[in-house]
């Protein structure tokens, strides 16, 4: 078994306040030679800022967005951002893109959340132009470059061109996850039980079998909890709330791409009775809905052979790296919680 550890740092609301302690564990991501370190935004730390600073205070360890959200910035704009932060880097910046959901994207940009695979297809090949070195032309049903009818012309980047620029794509549809295959370099998963693999990795290996590639060869990188205790029904405590968050909470009450995706994964009814409560405004009853047994499968976490099962099952999937969220209270916790997780994964290869 080998699987390549990334970190992922910053949340969907995270605001920075402790970030002297976020820089810390990514130095210690950093010197302990991991793969990533990714950055989320949502409505809190945008990703891309906090990545400069990250990449300044590293030597060795990748940077990447995990993810931008395409609504919050013209496919020219994450391109030349892309090729900003590979120059500043030294070439270990990865892009990852994904579409958020319509409360982000209407709520927060005024942007409309319609047709969001298409105008995906249409970013990324704006994007690949532009870091690419090409001039950006575009003439799709979302994008169109240059602007009609003013005074716009064609240009291209005057920061060098970087065709080998890693891009990631995070999704979660069939139709996204196809796409994902077809255009992508690599996948930042989530949501995903390696018993049920084929309902994320199948999608992805169709679509890159249309573009003429397969499955190896994109880079399938995976979220991971990990947590090791021999009291493993207080683990299922501490995970519960946040099952209980995605199922519910993670989108508006008709759109939900984690719900469907866990759906998809058999536990439908489930899904369907946690989304039910949260919306209704019982949280409490929603979180107590979650099984032991969805848990156990979405989180490698228990004793430490347990741990050890699951990450096997994870690289038997198809599994190419992990990415370890934080998990302590202080900086020197998390450290040392990311010192044992790196030892667990690197001592079961």
Do not use: C
């Amino acid at each position: 078994m080998t699987l390549s550890i990334s970190v992922s740092v910053g949340s969907a609301y995270y605001d920075g306040s402790n970030w002297d302690e976020v820089v810390a564990y990514v130095q210690a991501a950093d010197r302990l030679r991991l793969h990533t370190a990714w950055s989320a935004e949502a409505w809190g730390m945008e990703a891309v800022a906090s990545l400069g600073y990250l990449a300044a205070k590293t030597e060795h360890i990748r940077v990447g967005s995990g993810i931008m959200q395409i609504s919050a910035r013209t496919p020219a704009t994450t391109a030349l951002t892309a090729l900003s932060m590979a120059q500043i880097s030294g070439d270990r910046f990865s892009l990852g893109l994904g579409v958020s959901g319509p409360q982000v994207v209407e709520g927060l940009h005024g942007d409309s959340f319609a047709k969001p695979l298409g105008r995906l297809r249409e970013y990324m090949q704006i994007v690949r132009k532009g870091i690419d070195g090409e001039r950006v032309t575009f003439d799709g049903n979302h994008y169109v470059l240059p602007r009609p009818g003013g005074q716009g012309k064609a240009l291209r980047s005057s920061i060098p061109p970087k065709p080998d620029l890693p891009i990631y794509l995070a999704t979660l549809g069939p139709k996204m996850l196809e796409l994902t295959g077809e255009l992508a370099d690599g996948w930042l998963g989530t949501s995903f039980i390696p018993e049920h693999a084929d309902i994320m990795l199948d999608p992805i290996r169709t679509g890159a079998e249309k573009a003429g590639r397969s499955l190896g060869d994109l880079d399938i990188q995976v979220a991971a909890q990990i947590m090791v205790s021999e009291d493993v029904d207080g683990l299922l405590d501490k995970v519960r709330p946040g099952m209980a968050f995605t199922l519910g909470g993670m989108g508006s009450a008709t759109t939900n791409f984690y719900n469907n995706a866990y759906s998809r994964a058999g536990f439908g009814d489930i899904a369907e009775e946690v989304r039910r409560l949260w919306v209704e405004g019982d949280k409490a009853s929603a979180t107590a809905a979650v099984p032991d047994e969805l848990l156990l499968m979405a989180y490698p976490i228990g004793t430490e052979e347990m741990v050890k099962a699951r990450l096997r099952s994870y690289a038997s999937a198809g599994v190419d790296g992990l990415r370890i969220g934080a998990v302590g209270k202080t900086a020197n916790d998390q450290i040392e919680h990311l010192e044992m997780v790196v030892d667990l994964i690197r001592s079961s290869d």
